[in-house]
């Protein structure tokens, strides 16, 4: 009897189909600082997948260890505990692969702000023609509107300046992995919600995989294919990961009367609230977590019509 393969029925049995390694993960990571009394652990435990080409969003309280997490996927700092891998490969260190954007900014202040994205553009692409690579530069630079002020130092700029200055050089270096630490949070709106649609579209057509950390549950929402929660520190570990099926690009005004896009973000913020209200508890007398009252969204631009569902999983992967 001669046994055929239906290949098409192979390719999409889930039990059958290998899953992709993902671009980084994060075993069992644990991470402090200091020594004897004056220890704080800061992570514990973190497992996470973050898929190739996906836009993953951790929201989290101030202190919980967000910057500790990112620096742990960019290879900055080196887990207690646990393994961080980039492609299957264990992260030992910093490498172009992976681009981060600092919370602080971190500018050379003897550069401009052009002087600052050709260093990182010249160092990654040093194969590229003199001319090609200021052509780069300047295209990166006229992106986050800083044309008029492409020969200040760091100065000289204002903190959102110096944010969209860091940004992009991250991204002109055209990494596989953005990784965001809250990289817009010192915007005003308007702007903040422009970097947001640039960050997408580069996303979009680089075909990266983004790690961005934000404060803001309405921004997570509007950027990510999921929300990930880090839970209050010490020893924070990741909370339930809510998944955001939603069309892109993602329309503001519409979502402000969406049923899903209200449940979704409510159920992130309550969750946030119950969870640190939780953390509190635990120092001081019971309390009941208050459930809170969003503001729309304030729409700046707008794109084409979307639908969202949403769900909880506690799967990170
Ligand atoms: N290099 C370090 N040495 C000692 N403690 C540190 C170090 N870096 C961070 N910490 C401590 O680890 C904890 C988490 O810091 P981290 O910067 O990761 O938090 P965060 O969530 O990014 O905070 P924020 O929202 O304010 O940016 C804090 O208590 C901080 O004081
Ligand atoms: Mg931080």
Redesign the pocket.
């Known amino acids: 009897m001669q046994v055929t393969l239906d290949t098409r029925q192979t390719l999409t049995d889930p039990f059958l189909t290998v899953p992709p390694t993902p671009t980084m993960t994060m075993r069992g990571v644990c991470k402090g600082?200091?020594s004897g009394s004056s220890r704080?652990e800061?992570l514990t435990n973190i497992n996470l997948n973050l898929r190739a080409g996906e836009f993953l969003t951790v929201v989290?309280f101030?202190?919980?260890?967000?910057?500790?997490?990112t620096k742990l996927l960019a290879g900055l700092e080196k887990p207690d505990a646990g393994t961080v891998l980039f492609e299957g490969q264990t992260v030992t260190g910093p490498g172009p692969e992976r681009g981060l954007v600092f919370?602080n900014y971190s500018l050379l202040p003897w550069l401009t702000v052009r002087g600052n994205i050709a260093l990182s553009v010249d160092r990654v692409f040093s194969n590229w023609t003199k001319g090609e690579r200021r052509d780069h530069v300047e295209r990166f630079i006229e992106m986050v509107g800083l044309k008029h002020a492409a020969h200040r130092r760091p100065h000289e700029l204002s903190g959102g300046m110096r944010q969209r200055t860091s940004l992009a050089r991250t991204l002109a270096m055209k990494p596989k992995v953005l990784l965001l630490d809250?990289p817009l949070s010192a915007l005003d709106a308007l702007t903040r919600s422009v970097m947001q649609d640039e960050i997408l579209r580069i996303w979009e057509e680089e075909k990266q995989t983004c790690l961005m950390i934000t404060?803001d549950v309405d921004e997570a929402i509007v950027v990510s294919d999921r929300i990930v929660a880090l839970n209050p520190?010490p020893n924070a570990s990741l909370g339930p990961m809510f998944t955001v099926d939603l069309k892109r690009p993602r329309d503001r005004t519409e979502l402000n009367h969406d049923e899903f896009f209200k449940g979704l973000r409510n159920a992130v913020t309550n969750y946030l609230v119950a969870v640190r209200q939780k953390a509190r508890e635990q120092v001081t007398s019971h309390a009941a977590a208050p459930r809170v009252q969003l503001p729309d969204l304030v729409p700046i631009l707008s794109s084409r019509p979307s639908a969202m569902i949403y769900n909880r999983s506690a799967v990170h992967g």
Do not use: D, L
């Not at 101030?62 to 997490?69: A, E, L, Q, R």
């Open positions: 600082y200091g704080i800061v989290g101030s202190g919980s260890g967000k910057t500790t997490f919370q809250e404060n520190g």
